[in-house]
């Protein structure tokens, strides 16, 4: 992301030449999931034992997570190029390879897991064979010659540059580090405070909150290349009016999706376990509660991307490092002893709503310097 909006700065900048060559060089950056599958094999076990779950438990976790980070090149790839189709210009491409790699992770889930009885490998196997079309195609598209602003070739060896691209970016490192921290978190609490169950319930709450929250990162990642052309190319009349659409958007966005998460919950939770009913009322509890952070988290998240669009590292992580972090962190760990297991469903409420304060200051505070 923190090279995405470098190279849409520099096209900006009308320096195309030089944008290629940035692309080229956190292309081959990626291809460094290589040493993160190693560190990963390394630490999963340890970090199983960790939960004291049972030995069923381990075994699936230990497996799901080995297929996993042996693709995990192929995921970073996938991460990497779904932001950079937007800044060529090519976000139907981009869109496309999105549900092709989704439809391939269905259809092998239907396959292994349905078919062969492969279980929990079988799923694993599925999403790795889904990211690596996910990885793969968008490599080789931008291989060969195409019509897009962008094409890889001989990286430009810039060494500023990369620490301007991961400064820049550490809003969304930031971001990925603290979600997966928080869940580890959350998973503690809930298996204190209703075992595996509040576990399983989670796991459904979060899967069904991705749906939501992908429309918020998708107009984030959308709109940022667009912002940083723009600053770039320094038309700040179409910075102001890209900006106040877009709170437009995340205020009716916002609503909407919390109305219909509010209505499905029940739905969703029964099409999830609706073997267990004590599980599934405890789900849809959980979901109508955490849903009501879908009316704020809008404004936050494309906070932090707009920032990061204008090249603003620092705030863009600051943002990012509170909301997801320390904000989230001081929730679930303080609310649970007031209000107990709601206030593990309500800990991403609150944090939500003090990162929209944090938001607001910073948009107000930075307006006269960037013109919006």
């Not at 096209?11 to 060089?25: H, I, T």
């Not at 999105?98 to 889930?109: C, P």
């Not at 409420?349 to 307006?367: C, D, H, K, N, Q």
Request: hydrophobic fraction near 55%; aromatic fraction near 12%; glycine fraction near 12%.
């Amino acid at each position: 992301m923190g090279g995405s909006a470098l190279i849409s700065k520099t096209l900006g900048e009308g320096d195309r030449e030089r944008a290629n060559g940035y692309f080229s060089l956190f292309v081959v950056i990626a291809v460094s999931g290589l040493a993160f599958t190693a560190i990963g094999f390394l630490c999963l076990a340890p970090i199983v034992r960790t939960f004291g779950v049972s030995e069923e438990t381990e075994a699936g976790c230990r497996v799901y997570a080995g297929v996993q980070f042996a693709s995990l090149t192929a995921l970073m790839l996938q991460y990497a190029f779904q932001s950079f189709f937007i800044t060529a210009e090519k976000s139907k491409i981009g869109l496309a390879v999105t549900v092709a790699s989704g439809a391939v992770n269905i259809a092998l889930d239907a396959l292994f897991i349905a078919g062969f009885r492969w279980g929990v490998f079988g799923a694993a196997l599925a999403t790795a064979l889904g990211q690596a079309v996910g990885g793969i195609v968008p490599l080789v598209y931008f291989l060969r010659k195409n019509s897009s602003l962008l094409r890889l070739g001989k990286p430009v060896c810039d060494g500023k540059a990369v620490l301007r691209a991961c400064a820049n970016g550490s809003s969304e490192l930031l971001t990925n580090i603290s979600t997966s921290l928080v869940n580890i978190l959350y998973n503690a609490q809930l298996l204190k405070a209703a075992g595996e169950d509040g576990v399983a319930a989670y796991g459904v709450i979060m899967y069904v909150g991705f749906l939501f929250m992908g429309i918020f990162f998708g107009y984030a990642m959308g709109v940022a290349p667009v912002v940083g052309f723009h600053y770039g190319a320094q038309n700040q009349a179409e910075l102001k009016n890209l900006f106040e659409k877009s709170l437009v958007v995340q205020a009716v966005v916002g609503v909407v999706l919390t109305v219909l998460a509010e209505a499905l919950s029940l739905p969703l939770a029964r099409l999830f376990v609706g073997y267990d009913k004590g599980l599934e009322e405890m789900t849809c509890h959980g979901l109508r509660l955490y849903s009501v952070a879908f009316v704020i988290m809008g404004f936050n998240v494309f906070a932090s991307s707009f920032f990061t669009a204008l090249n603003n590292g620092a705030v863009s992580a600051s943002i990012s490092f509170l909301r997801t972090l320390l904000f989230q962190c001081g929730a679930v760990l303080l609310l649970p002893l007031i209000w107990g297991l709601n206030g593990i469903w309500l800990s991403v409420v609150a944090a939500e709503i003090l990162s929209l304060v944090v938001s607001a200051g910073f948009f107000i505070g930075m307006r006269k310097k960037y013109r919006y």
